[in-house]
Structure formats: C-alpha cells, structure tokens
C-alpha cells in the first residue's frame, strides 16, 4: 500500500548512540518501502555547518543517499537546532531542501507541513532569536569561523537553551492558535503537520466553518515517533527503541 513518512525531533548527537541506531533501523527498514520521506526538523541536536568531519554527519548522509537511491525521495525542513544544514550536506544525503512552509499533495489532499517554530509566537525571546539567526551575513560570518570556535558557541547556546526552557511556562512554548488558524486559511489548507513542541498528538479542529486538522510530530528521546499517511488515512504511531547491551 502507498504510504509517505514523516519525522521531525530526533536531534540526534554523539551522546545518544540509541537514538541513532533507532534512526539507522527506520532508514533500512521502513523509509526505503515508503513512497516518500519527510524530515521536519531537529534532526540533529546542532548543526555547525557542512564541513563538520563527523561520523554521525556521514552516517546519516549515507543512510539517506540509500534511500533515496532505491526510489523513496527524501524531503528536509530546518528546524531550530539544525538550520545550518547546508545544500553539500543535501548533495551528499541525496535529499531536497524545502522551504520552511510549504504546502503539498497527500494523495489527493493538501497539506501544510513545516517544523513548527514559527507557529509559536508568544514566546517573543526565542523569535527574537530565530529572527537574528536566520540572518545570511550572520550565518556566512558563522560558517568561517574555525570549527572548534563554531562547536564552543554551539555548546553554550544548547546550555542556555536548556535554561531558558526551565525558566519559561509551557503554554508560551506551545503554538499560539491563532496562529493556527492563520495559516492554515492563509495556504487555504485544513491539515498541518509540524514537530518542535514534542507535544505529538492528532488535533481536531473548526477554522471558520471548517473541519480542520493539526498533527504534531513527537521527539525521539525515549521512542521513536513516526507519521504515517496512506490513500485510506494517517496515523501517529511510536516506534520502541532496541536494549543496548
């Protein structure tokens, strides 16, 4: 049965060698017999730029490049942690960059899908951030410092990050529903699927008078969360880590 993927929040890194596995098994196992795969973010933990000589970097290149290879296209929003991502890392993972909204086609209905951020407008201290960040000259400025500069400054905003999530409320976390709804009737769609908040759940929802729907991707920190749609419907479901031995 056709069936297209989607992942978002794995945040993979050097210190959680489980997650990655979990990743790898989904990658030989699962993407390869779907017609499509959508990545929404967060997929590593951060990102410093292309040329950071990691074995992690290069085994999740390889492992989409197989995919892709055998015929399930493999499609990649930034999230907050990895926007980094750069088109050589795209080359060699054989996968396609997407804007960070965009809108498309699941067997015959549209939906908007992104990483989810953005729909979180209360908490103006991170879109201050996000804002600052997503400068070019910034980024380019970034991307020619010396790598152990660049993994230094990575390390201490992935502290503060730590902090500042402690010290905020959920709720200014969480996605602001008017800005739901905003974008949903601005890409005249009533399906949207993120990630970011960790929060997954299948939300049901009246934009106007219209029956609408949000589904929200979970992390990978204890289980793998995967969606999956297909002709006949979708469905969130987990996938359970292995036992390391």
């Given at each position: 049965?056709?069936?297209?993927?989607?992942?978002?929040?794995?945040?993979?890194?050097?210190?959680?060698?489980?997650?990655?596995?979990?990743?790898?098994?989904?990658?030989?196992?699962?993407?390869?017999?779907?017609?499509?795969?959508?990545?929404?973010?967060?997929?590593?933990?951060?990102?410093?730029?292309?040329?950071?000589?990691?074995?992690?970097?290069?085994?999740?290149?390889?492992?989409?490049?197989?995919?892709?290879?055998?015929?399930?296209?493999?499609?990649?929003?930034?999230?907050?942690?990895?926007?980094?991502?750069?088109?050589?890392?795209?080359?060699?993972?054989?996968?396609?960059?997407?804007?960070?909204?965009?809108?498309?086609?699941?067997?015959?209905?549209?939906?908007?899908?992104m990483h989810g951020d953005t729909l979180c407008i209360?908490?103006?201290?991170?879109?201050?951030?996000?804002?600052?960040?997503?400068?070019?000259?910034?980024?380019?400025?970034?991307?020619?410092?010396?790598?152990?500069?660049?993994?230094?400054?990575?390390?201490?905003?992935?502290?503060?990050?730590?902090?500042?999530?402690?010290?905020?409320?959920?709720?200014?976390?969480?996605?602001?529903?008017?800005?739901?709804?905003?974008?949903?009737?601005?890409?005249?769609?009533?399906?949207?699927?993120?990630?970011?908040?960790?929060?997954?759940?299948?939300h049901d929802l009246t934009i106007g008078d219209r029956?609408?729907?949000?589904?929200?991707?979970?992390?990978?920190?204890?289980?793998?969360?995967?969606?999956?749609?297909?002709?006949?419907?979708?469905?969130?479901?987990?996938?359970?880590?292995?036992?390391?031995?």
């Amino acid at each position: 049965m056709p069936c297209t993927l989607f992942i978002a929040d794995l945040h993979l890194s050097t210190g959680r060698p489980d997650i990655t596995a979990a990743f790898l098994r989904f990658m030989e196992e699962e993407a390869v017999n779907a017609e499509a795969l959508y990545v929404l973010g967060d997929l590593f933990e951060f990102s410093i730029g292309d040329d950071e000589p990691s074995e992690l970097n290069r085994q999740v290149a390889s492992a989409f490049r197989a995919c892709s290879e055998q015929g399930t296209p493999v499609y990649f929003i930034h999230g907050n942690r990895d926007f980094m991502v750069g088109r050589r890392f795209a080359r060699e993972a054989g996968m396609t960059l997407l804007p960070e909204h965009r809108v498309i086609d699941l067997y015959g209905k549209p939906a908007l899908i992104m990483h989810g951020d953005t729909l979180c407008i209360d908490d103006a201290g991170y879109q201050r951030y996000r804002r600052i960040t997503r400068w070019a000259w910034l980024q380019w400025l970034f991307l020619r410092l010396p790598l152990k500069f660049r993994l230094d400054i990575a390390d201490g905003i992935r502290g503060k990050s730590a902090q500042s999530k402690q010290d905020k409320v959920m709720q200014v976390m969480d996605v602001n529903p008017a800005e739901v709804a905003r974008q949903l009737r601005l890409n005249e769609v009533d399906l949207l699927i993120h990630g970011h908040t960790h929060r997954p759940a299948i939300h049901d929802l009246t934009i106007g008078d219209r029956p609408a729907r949000r589904i929200v991707l979970g992390d990978w920190y204890t289980q793998g969360s995967v969606l999956a749609v297909t002709p006949q419907g979708m469905a969130l479901q987990s996938r359970a880590f292995e036992e390391q031995s």
